[in-house]
């Protein structure tokens, strides 16, 4: 049986989104599921490949990402493509939370390589259970392949 602490503390979340107010509520709802991760947030895919990238080598990477499709800027194309490409980050779950039901983004998005596809609920209680969900099964049940590990 899991205790109330559902997670190991390397746990880490990588949030794409570019609402101030959307990362807000995504952490006030990751603070109520349980879960323990560290979640980090990007407004875009630029600085989201930059934060994925250009850190440290001992510094580990996030177990998960969270990919809004409709950025500001681009489209969750413009970072799944190159991190897909990239041997180092490749192996990352990436999950596309999005208001877009639309078939044509859905499509799109598992074209790129997104692992799944996750249109918001409507209320704080169900994304509160929606961000549950997610984190308990791609951090906790799901099993991902190792990173590559690069020598530079």
């Known amino acids: 049986m899991l205790s109330n602490i559902l997670m190991a503390t390397s746990a880490s979340i990588l949030l794409i989104e570019d609402s101030p107010g959307e990362c807000e509520l995504f952490g006030l709802a990751l603070a109520k599921t349980g879960v323990v991760a560290a979640l980090h947030s990007k407004n875009d895919a ?4 930059q934060f994925l990238t250009d850190r440290p080598r001992h510094d580990p990477l996030p177990s998960l990402i969270l990919l809004d499709w409709h950025l500001q800027k681009t489209r969750g194309n413009s970072f799944l493509t190159p991190m897909r490409a990239d041997a180092r980050i490749a192996s990352i779950p990436v999950i596309v939370l999005t208001t877009s039901d639309d078939t044509a983004d859905m499509m799109a998005a598992y074209a790129h390589g997104a ?8 209320t704080f209680d169900e994304l509160v259970r929606c961000v549950g969900d997610l984190c308990r099964y791609w951090l906790i049940w799901n099993r991902s392949l190792p990173l590559v590990e690069t020598k530079c």
């Open 46 to 49: 630029e600085p989201a490949l």
């Open 115 to 122: 692992n799944g596809y996750v249109v918001k609920p409507g």
